[in-house]
């Protein structure tokens, strides 16, 4: 979402720019009839770049301005969440069955890094304010930190595994705000991205869907179905 317009994946196999001050549709992005499983933009002074990861690997990006075609990009295996660093300069990938946190340039489109420290599948990845710290969490159940000169963690927070487990993470707009989701138990858990300190986790078993935090990093906005 930039300050104008939003990106969701439309009913058929196209991406779908809306544009917020009129509520209309702006744009629709050919994905050559492939259904997103994750989309991303970046948040920059040029528009930035809008990203789409698919289950077969590719990641596909737009120009975020003229909406026009950019690069393919292959993630090497279905693709379960994408983000952008704070200055638009990285992309970073989070894939299942080869289990990886995949990072590139944004701006080449040359891939930087393959991490492989978690042993199954990758459902959240983000970048720490100082756009080289990476953060993932797992159905491994471990929620872990990485330097992108090193790419070996400097930091790994354990968690109750459990084999339908399927997390994701939340950033607040300081980049040291983090929320790990529990989409199967409902849990949520709230760390200081620098220090790795964490609260009291909280429950609700029946918020199970979408999760996002105030830019202050005081409040934490939870869909609950039915209620």
């Not at 789409?52 to 690069?71: E, H, I």
Request: aromatic share 10%; proline share 3%; hydrophobic share 35%.
């Amino acid at each position: 979402v930039t300050g104008h317009q939003s990106v969701a994946d439309g009913p058929d196999p196209t991406l779908c720019i809306w544009d917020l001050t009129t509520g209309e549709l702006h744009h629709e992005l050919d994905t050559r009839a492939k259904t997103a499983t994750t989309v991303a933009w970046s948040n920059d002074d040029n528009a930035g770049l809008v990203a789409a990861g698919f289950d077969d690997g590719m990641l596909r990006l737009w120009d975020g301005a003229t909406f026009a075609q950019r690069d393919w990009l292959n993630a090497g295996g279905p693709i379960r969440i994408l983000g952008f660093s704070a200055d638009g300069e990285k992309l970073v990938a989070g894939t299942a069955r080869n289990n990886a946190v995949v990072v590139w340039n944004a701006r080449t489109a040359k891939r930087a890094n393959v991490i492989k420290g978690h042993f199954r599948a990758v459902t959240g990845a983000g970048f720490a304010a100082d756009n080289q710290t990476v953060w993932s969490c797992s159905e491994d159940g471990f929620l872990k930190t990485w330097k992108l000169s090193q790419c070996e963690p400097f930091r790994r927070l354990d968690g109750p595994a459990t084999s339908n487990r399927s997390d994701y993470l939340v950033f607040g707009a300081d980049g040291q705000s983090l929320w790990r989701f529990d989409h199967w138990k409902g849990d949520r858990t709230y760390w200081n991205a620098n220090t790795g300190d964490s609260l009291p986790t909280f429950s609700d078993a029946e918020s199970k869907t979408s999760t996002a935090m105030s830019d202050n990093g005081r409040f934490l906005a939870v869909f609950k179905p039915g209620g």
